[in-house]
């Protein structure tokens, strides 16, 4: 059975949360192995690394589209769905590996 739209939106829910928390906390993340109360052991190359998979993993979401009629790709990029949460988490995404 084919995904939806909404179900693959829905998965890279994840990539969103994940790219806004290392934004908004750097070294602190849970995302990246640090805490409230301390620093990840991570290099900010490994950082950025694992910030730019998930960029990348939005994008290839972003762009699902059928290539013709037997094909039952969702059509996640000519869909009328808000998008803007996971194009804002790219453009977030971006603009921190640039900073850091």
Known sequence: MAQTVA???TA??????????INTNGKKSKYV???????????????????QRNVD?????????????DDDTPDVKGSSDSKTA?????????AYIAAN
């Open 7 to 9: 179900e693959c939106l």
């Open 12 to 21: 890279a829910t994840d990539s969103v949360t994940l790219i806004n928390d």
């Open 33 to 51: 192995g640090g805490s409230a109360e301390a620093d990840t052991d991570m290099s900010q190359a490994d950082i950025n690394a694992c910030v």
């Open 57 to 69: 993993h939005l994008e290839t979401i972003l762009a699902y589209e059928p290539v013709d009629s």
């Open 86 to 94: 996971y194009t804002g988490a790219v453009t977030t995404g971006k």
